[in-house]
């Protein structure tokens, strides 16, 4: 099986092939993992693909894990890529025409808007405040997971 080539997009298109009403972009594996729920990989709204058009496809694990794995050796579904990317473009630039674009450029294009950004957890923000505002050393009180 190829690697996947990063990053991964994500789209909700609630089985609809011409559209789609949201995109993400996971620079990480385990991004794409966290951003979607078990039910909704069993709804099938996600379409998935790596940055190459390989398609990708979400499963759920009899624990309720969501997984992820490239279902094709070679990628084979470009043109349905950058016809979703374009149409979620078309919604942040109503000015510009995308049907020239490349892939790459495609991609590009939509990383400002739909790069996932992970959160970082309260307890390690506190922490760095704590440190900076009293420069003290780590008295355990506070652990990072």
Known sequence: MKDIKYPIVIFVTEGNDNSACDATLCTEFEHAICTVEHYDVRDGIYT????????????????????????????????????LLRYM???????????????????????????????????????KWLKKLFGAEDTGQIKEK
């Open 89 to 127: 473009l078309s919604e942040n630039y109503e000015e510009l025409e995308f049907e020239d674009f490349s892939l790459e450029q495609l991609i590009e294009k939509a990383k400002p808007h739909y790069t996932y950004i992970p959160a970082v957890p309260f307890r390690i923000t506190l922490k």
């Open 48 to 83: 998935v693909f790596d940055a190459e058009g390989r398609l990708l496809e979400y499963f759920v694990k009899e624990n309720n894990k969501v997984d992820l794995r490239c279902i094709e050796d070679v990628p084979t579904h470009q043109g349905k890529l950058r016809h």
